[in-house]
């Protein structure tokens, strides 16, 4: 089985920034990809960052530079830095992983219980 699990969310004022961690554990073989969405009440589940599996990575259009994805010396680890946080960013931060957990396997999607992000003053 595999496990994903976020840390790093928390009460931030406007302008401010923090650093959210992704650990992926278990029977993982390679990941094809990393994400972080966010999602706030009666909204979807929108995406914030990806990172493929050669390190390339895009953003949501509303991130406009402010946010960078990464990963970790232990590949099944990201991160995401996030600056010059806005009220608007407030949400529950969720990682998605696709996980390969064999060899000769298809990708499988694995996600945290997710972070709180609250940006307020």
């Known amino acids: 089985q595999v496990q994903v699990k976020e840390s790093g969310g928390g009460l931030v004022q406007p302008g401010g920034s923090l650093r959210l961690s992704c650990a992926a554990s278990g029977s993982i073989f390679r990941l094809s990809q990393m994400d972080w969405f966010r999602q706030t009440p009666g909204k979807q589940r929108e995406l914030v960052a990806r990172l493929l599996s050669d390190d390339s990575t895009t953003y949501g259009d509303f991130v406009m530079g402010r946010f960078a994805m990464s990963r970790g010396n232990d590949k099944n680890t990201a991160y995401l830095e996030m600056n010059n946080l806005q009220p608007e960013d407030t949400a529950m931060y969720f990682c998605?992983?696709?996980?390969?957990?064999?060899?000769?396997?298809?990708?499988?999607?694995?996600w945290g219980q997710g972070t709180q992000v609250t940006v307020s003053t």
């Open positions: 998605h992983a696709g996980v390969v957990t064999r060899s000769w396997g298809r990708p499988e999607s694995f």
